[in-house]
């Protein structure tokens, strides 16, 4: 069956340091990957696209990256900051519809 | 731009009552969705609709139905309200040029 992983444990670093996040899917072949951030009582809300023959995508201190023979992505927050912390949520684009992953929960010590 | 606005934000129902939550969007998008969140289950797609006057289930159609109203509302409705559909609903729209989806606030369903 089609499936999407995301951590599930909480993610704690320290500030300044770089936080990385992991999503791996299996039984998809999505054409593009999206990024989003939700914060606690608030809808997700969009960070970045990746698409299936793009190896890397940045924006600011957001870098994605996307291995379709591995079936996986991987999203960095350089230099990261409390602000940072809020629940970080991977989805895979097919046709009409968006798949989302249940979600890593990141935590930014000060 | 208001983008998602999703009515009601909070809502107890009895079980069996029955209720509708409503969406609306003003970005011109032609696809519209509802998903449901619960904890350790991440978003799931209830139903959607990729243009007006066309509706599709999603992964978890059963005890709902909804209607596309025009090409800015989507309406989801709850016919005989369980507990199991106690949660945090979220509508949204597509903008098909980008792929980006734009998320409402969130309507928290508590059924008792």
């Known amino acids: 069956s089609q499936k999407i992983e995301q951590n599930s444990e909480a993610l704690n670093i320290q500030e300044g340091k770089t936080a990385t996040l992991t999503c791996n899917y299996t039984?998809?072949?999505?054409?593009?990957l999206q990024w989003y951030r939700q914060d606690p009582g608030r809808g997700p809300v969009f960070l970045l696209l990746?698409?299936?023959?793009?190896k890397e995508k940045r924006k600011e201190r957001l870098k994605v990256t996307f291995d379709t023979t591995l079936k996986q992505s991987l999203f960095h927050i350089t230099a990261s900051q409390p602000a940072d912390s809020a629940t970080y949520l991977c989805?895979?684009?097919?046709?009409?519809?968006?798949?989302f992953g249940t979600g890593t929960l990141l935590a930014v010590q000060p | 731009n208001a983008g998602v606005t999703q009515t009601p934000k909070f809502q107890v129902l009895k079980t069996g009552q029955s209720m509708t939550l409503q969406c609306a969007q003003d970005?011109?998008?032609?696809?519209m969705y509802w998903y449901r969140q619960d904890p350790g289950m991440g978003l799931r797609l209830i139903y959607y609709s990729a243009s007006e006057g066309t509706t599709d289930k999603g992964e978890v159609p059963n005890g709902y139905n909804v209607s596309r109203l025009n090409k800015r509302e989507f309406s989801l409705r709850l016919e005989s309200a369980a507990p199991s559909q106690t949660s945090v609903y979220f509508c949204?729209?597509?903008?098909?040029?980008?792929?980006?989806?734009?998320f409402g606030e969130g309507s928290w369903l508590t059924v008792v």
């Open positions: 970005m011109n998008h032609n696809s």
């Open positions: 039984n998809y072949s999505p054409a593009y």
């Open positions: 949204a729209s597509r903008d098909r040029v980008g792929n980006t989806i734009y």
């Open positions: 989805a895979l684009g097919a046709t009409n519809k968006l798949i």
């Open positions: 990746i698409r299936e023959n793009e």
